[in-house]
């Protein structure tokens, strides 16, 4: 496609891979890399042709991008100008239309989301990894579950895990980065496509990648003894080529993602509520299956409790953002015991009423005082 793209138009194509500052790393498609050969044969008189790969230039934004408030992301598919090849220098001219667009990490044309979890070193937890699962299903895109660290447990506890995934919905692929087991078919599912890897600190996000791409050197970070968690590594957005093809993305990492969803909405991001939700309906359009009457949704299944308390937390944060937004609301949200991500509503004080009166109006008020008096 972007071949044809090329032949009819012209233009040079790229993919941005890195943004820093008011700069952008672009990697060039092929074409790009036969255009700068031939201008270099052409140049050295060379019958011989030269090796082509895809250039990487550091391009700016043109002037009129950002007079039309025209942002430029990672992972954008842009037009570039004006290419100094030795120099491997550009312009960013123009930004195609995204296929797909991610607010955090601020990523486009995102094809699937890959989540890296620990089944040992740190523990699996079903709890957190219920929240990464739901913020992934969030965006719409695919999700491929890995587990890593496979080789820490055994045969039947892997079974056991396998079993219970598939029950949520999921079919996990477990590898050990360490040992090198089913990482060429994970690899496989990473071909010509742009991914987004994801998950907890210490699950070995960073290993894997390392394993993927060998030209890379992520630092990697151990597991703390104390929290079992694993101390962040990852300090920006970028984009790694794959040599299979496609586009490797590793994220800043985080501990809990935001349940920023709209309420109604969130039962569409668990996999067995929407299987449930094929075949029948609920009594009511807005149900939000807690205690409404026939709620076909609400039963026996295991993440029905992890659903609630999600729920809960939606609800929390889209009161939040009405309050924000209502300059005139009596109620404000309030963290009720730090670190814990515990909060409760309290009523808010009226403003400027319970502020102490500050010493220059208390001495501008007795001046007022005895010029009246005299």
């Known amino acids: ?218 630092r990697v970070g151990e597991v703390s003894g104390k929290l079992a968690r694993g101390r962040h590594t990852t300090r920006h957005i970028e984009l790694f080529k794959l040599p299979s093809g496609g586009l490797l993305a590793d994220t800043p990492g985080f501990n809990q993602p935001d349940m920023d969803c709209i309420p109604e909405e969130l039962i569409h991001y668990f996999p067995e509520a929407r299987k449930r939700l094929a075949v029948a309906s609920c009594r009511f359009s807005d149900c939000l299956h807690r205690d409404e009457p026939e709620c076909v949704v609400r039963g026996d299944w295991e993440r029905y409790e992890h659903y609630l308390e999600f729920l809960d937390a939606a609800i929390a944060h889209q009161t939040q953002l009405h309050q924000q937004a209502d300059p005139e609301s009596t109620m404000k949200l309030k963290s009720k015991s730090k670190g814990k991500g515990q909060s409760q509503y309290e009523p808010k004080l009226e403003s400027k009423k319970y502020r102490r009166i500050s010493r220059k109006t208390q001495l501008q008020d007795l001046q007022e005082l005895y010029r009246d008096e005299e």
């Open 1 to 218: 496609m972007t071949g044809e793209i090329f032949a009819a138009t012209g233009q040079l194509l790229g993919t941005v891979v890195a943004v820093q500052a008011n700069f952008y790393r672009v990697q060039m498609d092929q074409e790009a890399g036969e255009q700068r050969s031939r201008g270099a044969e052409e140049k050295l008189n060379l019958n011989a042709p030269l090796p082509s790969p895809p250039p990487l230039l550091l391009c700016t934004r043109r002037t009129r991008l950002k007079k039309i408030g025209q942002q430029v992301m990672v992972g954008d598919r842009v037009v570039v100008e004006k290419p100094d090849w030795a120099g491997g220098r550009g312009a960013i001219a123009e930004v195609l239309p995204r296929q797909s667009e991610l607010d955090r990490p601020a990523i486009a044309n995102v094809n699937q989301i890959l989540l890296v979890f620990a089944v040992a070193d740190p523990p699996l937890e079903p709890y957190q990894l219920s929240r990464f699962l739901i913020k992934a299903e969030s965006t719409g895109l695919d999700v491929l579950l890995c587990l890593n660290k496979s080789d820490l447990i055994s045969s039947p506890e892997q079974q056991q895990v396998s079993d219970r995934l598939l029950g949520w919905g999921y079919q996990p692929i477990f590898i050990s980065v360490k040992d090198g087991i089913n990482t060429e078919q994970a690899a496989k599912y990473l071909s010509n496509k742009i991914t987004v890897i994801a998950g907890p600190s210490g699950v070995g996000k960073s290993s894997l990648i390392n394993m993927l791409i060998d030209s890379l050197d992520l």
